[in-house]
């Protein structure tokens, strides 16, 4: 079915920026709403972006928001991320998810997932 691959994640010192990419296999990625979430180690998986089907609505997580971009290339089948002023409290498992149903906030409303890029923001 539907696999999603991440990738761009490494370490990076406070301050840099950082772009991770999803490529998405299958035939209906430009109808799927695309997620990003992190974890990181002894906490719950948070939402950090989303972008709607044709991209054109975005919503981002407060502690975000002005820091990063998402974006999406559906000739491309891949969702980006885009990272800059990163902290080190940014450092965490990034996952891309996709939703071929409902927009939202919660983990459970993704049907897919990525494998998950590390991402260590060194102070």
């Known amino acids: 079915q539907v696999q999603l691959v991440e990738s761009g994640g490494g370490l990076v010192q406070a301050g840099g920026s950082l772009r991770l990419s999803c490529a998405a296999s299958?035939?209906?990625?430009?109808?799927?709403?695309m997620a990003w979430f992190r974890q990181a180690p002894g906490k719950e998986r948070e939402f950090v972006c989303a972008i709607s089907a044709s991209g054109g609505s975005t919503i981002y997580s407060d502690s975000v928001k002005g820091r990063f971009t998402i974006s999406r290339d559906n000739a491309k089948n891949t969702v980006y991320l885009q990272m800059n002023s990163l902290k080190p409290k940014d450092t965490a498992v990034y996952y891309c998810a996709a939703s071929g149903g409902g927009y939202g906030l919660r983990p459970n409303q993704y049907d897919y997932w990525g494998q998950g890029t590390q991402v260590t923001v060194s102070s």
């Open positions: 299958g035939r209906a990625f430009s109808t799927y709403v």
